[in-house]
């Protein structure tokens, strides 16, 4: 082989070596979470870009794939198409949301090359290499770091599909974000507020600061205050989390206002219920959303492009190293993130963040 062939076929070839992961062989709490030593992954023909992953965050997601549903469910998620396996995971590896650089590339992939700096979704993403699919990812932001860029996908398509896919969002609206300070309500009081909308944020005592700067018009203590007893009526609510009543969200709805649910307590059931919820509503009160998000990287170039032009910005609360994961996750299940939780790798790059940081 000529020196001129090798640089061109190399490019495709997928370098042997180890990597450090955070699997489980069990469902349960974070003490299941192991630091092992694994064989780097090769991309292959359905997950076609192996990526350096450099920073992955917290999500939901990964706290409920960590414990698993109750075993009865868990015997009946395939009829659902989610199989997780029944006494043990499927799959051993965690994490779902990555920002590093491609570091190969299967024959099928036309969107990337080695060397992007890249963001987005992958299977097993607490791990220093990772495998995605080509449409799951997209170009990091060019102007935040891997940090700041691993704490956006999952919270960031929820927040942007429940506004505009699903909320209508429509600029000079009324619209409050209830659980405002945390990961997905970070980024829906910042994506409402690039929409034109007039925005009221619903958090604690110790994140009104920080949701104001965000951009929320009007802030509201939900420990001092109850926002369905105000009077105020809004066009939209998008609610993490559903700490009220059908009725209560009804009394501080506009006649033609919209009501979405992003989050529950446990992402397993919710999908289910979304089941029977759905049918519901296709008979009766559509007023009233529900959904599971889906990733996307078109979501991603948008989401790139809010960040790029200065109208959305991660928060992040704390950071961990890979070996203090289940650290990270116990912290989450506190319920007192504000934003997001980033999980770092130790690589041995000297230059491994681009961007600023304003929360941290």
């Known amino acids: 082989m000529t020196e001129e062939s090798a640089m061109i076929v190399e490019p495709k070839q997928v370098e042997t070596g180890r990597m450090k992961a955070i699997v489980r062989e069990g469902f349960g709490s974070p ?80 969107r990337f090359k080695p060397g992007d700096e890249v963001y987005g979704v992958c299977m097993a993403g607490y791990a220093e290499y990772g495998t995605a699919k080509e449409n799951r990812i997209a170009l990091k932001p060019t102007n935040r770091s891997f940090e700041e860029s691993a704490a956006v996908p999952i919270a960031g398509f929820t927040a942007l599909q429940a506004l505009r896919d699903h909320g209508h969002i429509k600029p000079g609206q009324k619209v409050l974000v209830n659980g405002a300070g945390g990961g997905v309500g970070s980024f829906a009081v910042q994506i409402a507020k690039s929409f034109g ?28 205050e109850d926002y369905t007893k105000k009077g105020q009526r809004y066009d939209l609510i ?3 989390g ?86 990270a996750i116990r912290y989450f299940e506190e319920g ?5 939780i980033v999980i770092t790798m130790d690589h041995d790059d000297t230059s491994v963040s681009s961007g600023t940081e304003k929360w941290r």
């Open 238 to 240: 998008c609610d993490i």
């Open 242 to 327: 559903a700490s009220h009543s059908i009725s209560e969200y009804k009394r501080v709805m506009n006649p033609n206002g919209i009501f979405v649910l992003v989050g529950m307590r446990d992402v397993i059931i919710r999908r289910l219920l979304s089941f029977v919820i759905r049918a519901r509503l296709s008979r009766g009160d559509k007023k009233f959303r529900f959904f599971v998000a889906k990733s996307n990287s078109e979501d991603l170039v948008t989401l790139k492009e809010l960040m790029e032009a200065g109208k959305i910005m991660p928060v992040i609360d704390r950071r961990y190293p890979l070996d203090e994961t289940a650290q």
């Open 197 to 224: 909308a007039e925005v009221t944020a619903v958090t604690n005592t110790g994140n009104l600061d920080m949701v104001r700067s965000l951009g929320a018009d009007h802030v509201i203590d939900y420990t001092k």
């Open 31 to 110: 003490d299941v979470l192991q630091v092992k030593e694994l064989e780097k992954p090769a991309a292959d023909d359905v997950r076609g870009v192996l990526v350096k992953i450099y920073a992955s965050s917290v999500n939901a997601a990964d706290r409920h794939n960590m414990r698993g549903p109750p075993f009865m469910l868990r015997l009946v998620l395939p009829l659902f198409r989610m199989n997780m396996g029944v006494r043990k995971p499927r799959e051993p590896g965690v994490g779902t949301d990555i920002a590093g650089r491609v570091e190969a590339v299967g024959n099928s992939v036309t």
């Open 336 to 340: 007192h993130t504000r934003g997001k």
